[in-house]
């Protein structure tokens, strides 16, 4: 009788005092560049923006807690290794770059593959002063030194978080940046002067656009909470104008999630440039 009282009194304990376990919500994202079925081609043989910006973008997200990537190098063998998904892919990226509608149904297929709920589709084009025709970057990096043209050019990038389990953007955004010296001309003759605008590339990806596409991705899985305005009757007296009062829902956040959003804090930067 006694030893069944002990074994009763000790589940309690176990029960009242003994540490819950708890599970973080995860997020896995597929970052996935129009151009990353691209064949290095280019007259200088350097990688495409897209490709150059969603690399960095998959540092920064597997920076971040409880959310995770896959490198590009692991996205392209999967895909060539299932032949019908990357051909149906590769036209659905071809149509995103011309006209920025996004298939769904082709997008729930790589949610299949890869196991997420979320894809980042990265796109770029650039256009010149004198043309709004939509050309990739090395095309007009080629057509310069070849025609010896030094007009300056943009170059515009897109990124569209998806959620592919209720077919719905959840985020978009546009980027642009002129290429150029100082004196506002572009001139690449050989390959030096071709490195040393790719390098500036690069570090406008790195340390501007990733980071800004990076943190709005983050935010839309962790918003940081609500602010509301407490109203009031109208036509009354100066008195009863609406009050704004911050964080006035904090008192319906769980405490493992206030904590959560403390412990990431430092990190809460939005990039503009």
Not at 86 to 101: V, Y
Not at 126 to 149: G, H, K, M, P, Q
Not at 161 to 177: A, H, I, P, R
Request: glycine content about 2%.
């Amino acid at each position: 009788m006694k030893k069944m009282a002990f074994k009763i009194i000790f589940t309690i304990f176990l029960l009242l005092y003994a540490p819950i376990k708890t599970y973080a919500v995860e997020f896995n994202v597929l970052v996935l560049p129009t151009d990353i079925f691209n064949i290095c081609d280019n007259y200088f043989c350097f990688p495409e923006p897209s490709e150059i910006n969603a690399n960095y973008i998959i540092q920064e997200l597997n920076s971040y807690k409880r959310i995770n990537t896959v490198d590009l190098a692991t996205v392209r063998t999967k895909l060539y290794e299932n032949s019908e998904l990357k051909q149906a892919t590769q036209f659905m990226l071809k149509t995103f770059e011309q006209t920025e509608k996004i298939d769904f149904s082709v997008l729930k297929e790589l949610s299949k593959e890869f196991g997420v709920k979320s894809i980042l589709i990265i796109s770029s084009y650039s256009i010149t002063d004198r043309s709004s025709t939509r050309r990739n970057l090395w095309e007009i990096l080629e057509v310069s030194s070849a025609f010896n043209i030094n007009y300056p050019f943009s170059v515009t990038t897109i990124a569209v978080l998806t959620d592919t389990v209720n077919n719905v953007v959840m985020w978009s955004g546009k980027y642009n940046k002129t290429i150029a010296d100082s004196n506002g001309y572009f001139i690449a003759k050989n390959q030096a002067q071709a490195a040393s605008h790719l390098e500036k590339i690069k570090q406008y990806y790195k340390n501007n656009v990733s980071k800004n596409i990076s943190q709005n991705v983050r935010l839309r899985f962790f918003p940081k909470g609500i602010r509301t305005i407490e109203l009031k009757k109208q036509n009354v007296n100066e008195e009863d104008k609406p009050i704004f009062k911050p964080n006035a829902l904090e008192h319906l956040i769980k405490q493992p999630f206030v904590d959560q959003m403390q412990e990431e804090s430092e990190e809460d930067l939005i990039f503009t440039f």
